[in-house]
């Protein structure tokens, strides 16, 4: 048996500013943009180098789900952005305003900082160890 998470959902605001950030910022891919009615987009985005899982980005369609843009979590690091270079990703988010919430930290498991993305979601950019390149164990 075999099984993987192909997407996770994103609340967001509005479709565009949330590509922009995405493609612009993080340099991630937009895999597709497809309108579903006049309200609704299948929006996907990853990561370059990214095989199996993207974020969904679905816009907010009412009061409720406008409260959880920028909250995905509670509060808590939502996403775990895993680099093969800290510093060249961590300078260009730096260079790209990207707001770093906590600054670049070493841990047993690799080299981490926290920044925001554009909502407010906090993300762990992450850097692993040559022992810990598939698992982060804090």
């Given at each position: 048996m075999k099984q993987h998470i192909a997407h996770i959902a994103l609340v967001v605001r509005d479709y565009d500013e949330a590509i922009e950030f995405y493609t612009q910022k993080l340099d991630f891919t937009l895999l597709e943009d497809t309108k579903i009615d006049e309200k609704k987009r299948w929006v996907m985005v990853a990561p370059p180098g990214a095989k199996e899982c993207c974020l969904l980005l679905a816009k907010a369609a009412n009061e409720e789900q406008l409260k959880s843009?920028?909250?995905?979590?509670?509060?808590?690091?939502?996403f775990f952005l895993f680099t093969d270079d800290f510093e060249r990703?961590?300078?260009k988010m730096i260079a790209r305003e990207i707001n770093f919430v906590?600054?670049?930290?070493?841990?047993?498991?690799?080299?981490?900082?926290?920044?925001?993305d554009l909502y407010g979601n906090l993300w762990d950019l992450i850097e692993p160890n040559n022992e810990n390149k598939g698992v982060i164990r804090p």
């Open positions: 843009v920028g909250n995905q979590a509670g509060g808590r690091v939502a990703d961590y300078e906590r600054p670049p930290t070493d841990f047993n498991y690799g080299r981490v900082a926290v920044f925001e």
